[in-house]
């Protein structure tokens, strides 16, 4: 199977470059993997398409404001993202990162980024930078976020100082974000608001969660033109007692488990213990589901719609079919539906 394959164009007036007014204003596309019959409605809907007893799964990730600037000893800009730390002493942490700036980059390197924190470029491993951290504050992690701004993906267009800062803040955090500390949003979960969990359960529709920590890896592109070949990243994740509990008991009232994103459906499909059910556990995911995939947990799934050639897109393919997908996405583009993080969102049943 071929990257081509998953292929498609895109105009870039699609991509949406602010979330919708409304978090659950946005539309929703309604794909019958059955059928191949698509339905359009907006989000808030979600209450009355489900089934009562269905069972959502959300992941609860928090995604930290891990995009910072600083300036290099000789002036030049320079661009962080803090993807994770490695283990260090109180007031000095190492750091993951990956690091952009207009010149060359090179071990031994300070970036500025004010007076009371600094972080020395130690050297280059496997794509990503190891940068020691120095700053006065006892916490290192939140005086990162302090000086951080929200991590959006590089299609999102921003300037440093963007007023728009302040809706990223908000809209590019699920309102059930709660641990972790991701550098991506479980962008599925963005359209829910507290009003749409309350109609959910009133109307009998349970909720359980698991944490995932988005990586950076969710937009690489896939480098090798055979599918096959492509290893996925590996994302901390966690799913505890009361959720496996929770997957068990609809089990045994025959109810769907509904994965809100492609994150939730790695997680417990990485965590399958058969006949539909999940194991409590943690650890890290790199479980890659492209076509040909058998599920084993997820009976219906809701999903933003995901960049061409990706490895996102080719999970959805596997859950409802490439050419239905495709066909799904050209209806899409036609319709003016929003692609992309902050776009719009399709549910599969």
């Known amino acids: 199977m071929k990257v081509s394959e998953f292929d ?16 659950d204003g946005a539309r929703l596309m309604v794909l019958e993997r059955a059928t191949g019959s698509v339905e359009h409605r907006r989000f808030r809907d979600l209450p009355d398409v489900l089934r009562r007893g269905d069972l959502v799964v959300v992941n609860d990730t928090r995604v930290r404001r891990a995009r910072l600037w600083g300036r290099k000893e000789t002036g030049g800009r320079v661009e962080m993202l803090m993807l994770e730390p490695i283990p260090g002493e109180a007031r000095t942490a190492t750091w993951r990162a990956l690091v952009r700036s207009s010149g060359r980059l090179r071990p031994g390197m300070r970036v500025i980024v004010d007076e009371r924190l600094t972080a020395d470029l130690v050297e280059c491993r496997e794509d990503a930078w190891v940068v020691r951290v120095d700053t006065d504050e006892p916490d290192v992690a939140a005086a990162l976020e302090r000086r951080g701004v929200m991590p959006l993906p590089p299609y999102i267009r921003r300037t440093t100082g963007d007023p728009r800062e302040a809706l990223d803040r908000e809209r590019y955090q699920t309102v059930f974000a709660d641990r972790g500390a991701a550098v991506a949003a479980p962008t599925a979960g963005l359209h829910f608001t507290a009003a749409i969990l309350d109609a959910l359960a009133a109307r009998g529709i349970e909720r ?9 890896g969710t937009f690489q592109p896939v480098r090798c033109e055979d599918v096959e070949r492509h290893r996925m990243h590996a994302e901390a994740f966690r799913i ?5 509990a929770a997957v068990g008991a609809a089990r045994g009232r025959r ?3 509904v994965a809100i994103g492609t994150t939730v459906v790695r997680s417990l499909e990485a965590m399958a ?21 058998r599920f084993q947990v997820v009976d219906a799934m809701i999903t933003n719609f995901h960049l061409p050639r990706s490895t996102l897109l080719m999970l959805v393919s596997a859950f409802a079919g490439r050419a239905a997908v495709l066909e799904a ?7 003016g539906y929003r692609f992309y993080s902050y776009g719009d969102a399709m549910l599969i049943v």
């Open 273 to 293: 213990a058969g006949e539909g059910t999940v194991r409590a556990g943690s650890g890290r995911c790199d479980l890659f589901i492209y076509p040909g995939y």
């Open 208 to 216: 359980a969660a698991l944490t995932l920590e988005v990586g950076v």
């Open 255 to 257: 109810a769907r488990i």
């Open 240 to 244: 505890p007692e009361s959720t496996s």
């Open 8 to 23: 498609y164009d895109l105009p870039d007036s699609l991509v949406a470059q602010v979330p919708s007014p409304e978090r």
């Open 329 to 335: 996405y050209r209806e899409a583009i036609r319709e």
